[in-house]
């Protein structure tokens, strides 16, 4: 089986990675960084024009209708030019969960609104036990005549300050599968608090959202309690491929840092990059990265066509790669010296971002016991 990509990816790599070098440098992530929001407009509005928020969004929405490896393509450059802002909230999470809802009416009030780049969306599952497992989802969702009435809090929520609607999971019994349900929250809806949370990582903003008796009417939930796990699972499974590609760009770009940097830095007379320590390092990465590709291109053809492995695909994926970008980006920092320590230097940019992917979504120890029980 070839796993290269087709011409129409390779375009699209190469443009969005054109684009980010011109449109988004690390002046503009550290100028994006440093507002309240965290999120330009303008570069969204960019992004929109070239038709990435809407690239997996069915076309009958308004979007592309591609699939996830197109996805991963361009989270790969994303990640590499670490973009800051609510495209992964909105584009992935927000918009894979409506896409694969079976609720027609928010899908056509939604969908076409992201696509255009007139709206943001992002999704809200874990609570004070960030557990991504039906155990985790406690918030309460109770029938009312009208529809139902919502309460609870949930945590680590991406980009929910800027978001106009919010995908959230909360259920109407027991503690297993059944009883999860869906429901699109705009987020102005009365009972709604969203609170910014402190995060390692500047380039994405983490939120507490809190829902305080949100009464809905019943055309807002978007899946039911016998299909709302299902949803959510397959979302979490995107989210892990789009991480690892994510992954994956930045520790290309970490490397390629180091690299550089070892040529012109100089100690006792000659560049750093010629001691043998330093090679090793740069080999190690090497070694790792290169065969970690094609882990992600796998997993994200898995997602579209072979259903029964995408999770331990998605799994292995999201494992691997963060795993690997943290090493990366560690052994990079090492290669700069005391440099690569500052906030002054970029290095710190990926270094921070790496620990954002490693957590979010289950850390490395979580999936590699989702691989061994999905492997059984």
């Not at 449109?23 to 309240?36: K, L, S, Y």
């Not at 909105?90 to 894979?96: E, N």
């Not at 921070?352 to 490693?358: P, S």
Request: glycine share 8%.
């Amino acid at each position: 089986m070839d796993f290269a990509l087709s011409d129409e990816q390779a375009l699209l790599q190469q443009s969005a990675r054109d684009f980010l070098a011109r449109e988004c440098p690390t002046t503009v992530v550290r100028e994006i960084m440093g507002t309240a929001d965290g999120y330009s407009p303008t570069l969204h509005e960019k992004m929109t024009a070239l038709g990435w928020t809407g690239l997996v969004i069915p076309e009958q929405f308004g979007g592309q209708g591609l699939g996830m490896l197109d996805l991963a393509v361009l989270a790969e450059e994303l990640g590499r030019a670490a973009v800051p802002g609510p495209f992964f909230a909105t584009a992935v999470l927000g918009a894979l969960s409506l896409a694969h809802a079976r609720a027609a009416a928010l899908q056509k009030q939604w969908l076409p609104r992201i696509a255009t780049g007139q709206a943001l969306a992002t999704l809200a599952v874990f609570e004070a036990e960030p557990q991504l497992s039906p155990a985790g989802v406690q918030a309460k969702c109770t029938a009312t005549r009208s529809g139902f009435r919502l309460s609870g809090t949930k945590f680590f929520v991406p980009d929910a300050h800027v978001a106009d609607v919010i995908i959230a999971a909360f259920r109407t019994r027991g503690r297993d599968v059944a009883g999860i349900c869906l429901f699109a929250v705009p987020r102005d809806t009365p009972g709604v608090t969203v609170r910014p949370l402190a995060d390692v990582d500047g380039t994405r903003r983490p939120c507490e959202v809190e829902f305080q008796n949100v009464e809905l009417p019943k055309s807002a939930r978007l899946a039911d309690d016998a299909s709302g796990w299902k949803v959510l699972s397959r979302v979490a499974d995107a989210a892990c491929v789009v991480l690892a590609a994510d992954s994956l760009g930045g520790s290309q770009r970490a490397l390629e840092m180091a690299v550089e940097y070892s040529k012109t830095r100089e100690q006792f007379g000659r560049p750093i990059g010629s001691f043998q320590a330093m090679k090793h390092m740069a080999a190690e990465m090497v070694s790792e990265i290169e065969p970690a590709r094609s882990l992600v291109w796998y997993a994200a053809y898995a997602y579209d066509h072979e259903p029964k492995r995408a999770a331990l695909a998605a799994a292995m994926a999201k494992a691997r790669l963060t795993d690997i970008y943290s090493r990366t980006t560690n052994r990079a920092v090492q290669m700069h010296g005391g440099i690569g320590f500052t906030w002054e230097h970029d290095m710190q940019l990926w270094f921070k971002r790496a620990l954002w992917n490693r957590t979010a979504f289950g850390d490395a120890v979580f999936h590699r016991e989702r691989v061994a029980a999905l492997g059984m």
